[in-house]
């Protein structure tokens, strides 16, 4: 439909107003920035990353970003603009914008500073905001090297991190919301060593009503303290609330413990469709559970074809229809000399024990964020194992450089 055409039927204005939300919600997507799209953080320890973004309207008034500042510091921001519907939205992405692009200009001249972030989105944001509006936002430092979190929090929830002893522990926001009126803020140190989960959220999630007639604040604790993943957060939290009442936004990061004591298995198998099959017989008689051998199997085969021998989408489609596709792969193993190492981990989370699978190949390995495109048009072939794999699993996180993925499963 043309933007200049009369929309004339009750049906034509149904359909031009589902095609707008469809492109506001688009809009929303590409200004959340995150880097961590199917990644982990692997640069001193492994820690797993996880969002759960689900607005109650097509505008929300919450927003989010993670991003990669170097090496060893990560950054997120959480938004909650007052209010609901198209203020509190306009507001929201109108920071989020802003502090996303400070960011990328200071990694380009490796200049960051959260201080300077912080203070120049607040000088962009005090003429926007109305006389009575307000605005929480949290700004979050890691630094993986020095273990420890820089943050400032304007009226937003506590933070939940939960220690090696599985005490929880709450920082509360040090500043008060934003304002047109807001002069100063507060920047403080939390020393994380021995913290090895932790969850940023907005208020809309401890407000909400529950089935047990209390806000969901009096249950976030105890969900927090027993899930050892996004997907466990997020299924004990849609368990307890009635209807969505506020937008729901929250991060989960968990600090995995994989080391000798917790590794159980380990082998190495060659790049060759030999392999190929030798390797899922023997992760099939350690592992009974249907969902995890489909997950490895997926994996598996992405570390032979697009890792070690470095096929990729578009040659692979062109092989499967001129029906040279099995031909060529074994033609290519041939002169591949490079190794694809499996290792398995268990970890105990309080009464429940996880496995954790990881696939490492010898390849050049690729950028995750283009699954974000891909997976967006469903039309497409490209990522069929990393979504396969996804859907059978409780997560799937990549290394940063791509050639290491691993999944995990409950036993």
Known sequence: MQNSQKIK???????????????????????????????????????????????LDTLSGDAYSARVIDEHRTFYLLVDGMG????????????????????DKMIEHESFSLDILIKESMDF?????????????DYILFDSYFSQLDYAKFSMPPFLLEDFNNNILKIKSNNPPMSKWTLTYNINTYLVQNIHKFLFYSDGIVENSTKEELPYNHFIEDDFRSSFTREEMKENILNKLTAQEDDLTFIFINKLELNEKTLV??????????????????????????????????????????????LDADTKHKLLLEDTYFETLLT?????????????????????????????????????????????NSKKFNGRGVFVSRKNSMGIYF????????????L
């Open 125 to 137: 944001m005090k003429p926007i905001l109305l006389d009575e509006e307000a605005l929480s936002i």
């Open 332 to 376: 290519l193993e041939k002169d591949c000399d490079k190794k694809i190492t499996v290792k398995i981990y268990k970890i105990k989370n309080l009464s429940s024990e996880y496995m954790v699978t990881q696939i490492i190949d010898e390849g050049n390995g690729f950028d995750t964020n283009l699954l974000t495109t891909i997976f967006r």
């Open 84 to 103: 609901k519907g198209i203020s509190a939205s306009l507001t929201a992405m109108a920071v989020t914008i802003f502090i996303n692009h400070m960011i």
């Open 399 to 410: 290394n940063s450089k791509g050639n290491s993925v691993l999944f995990l499963n409950k």
């Open 9 to 55: 039927t009750p049906q034509e204005k149904e359909d031009y107003s589902a095609y707008q939300e469809d492109l506001a919600f688009q809009k929303e997507l590409n200004i959340l920035r995150n880097d961590f799209y199917y990644k982990m953080i692997d640069s001193k320890d492994i820690s797993l990353v996880d969002f759960f973004y689900h607005p």
């Open 265 to 310: 298995q380990k082998n190495v198998f060659e790049t060759s469709l030999e392999s190929v099959e030798n390797a899922n017989q023997w992760y099939e008689s350690i592992c009974k559970n249907g969902s995890s051998v489909i997950a490895f199997n997926e994996l598996f085969m992405n570390a032979y074809e697009h890792g070690n021998l470095a």
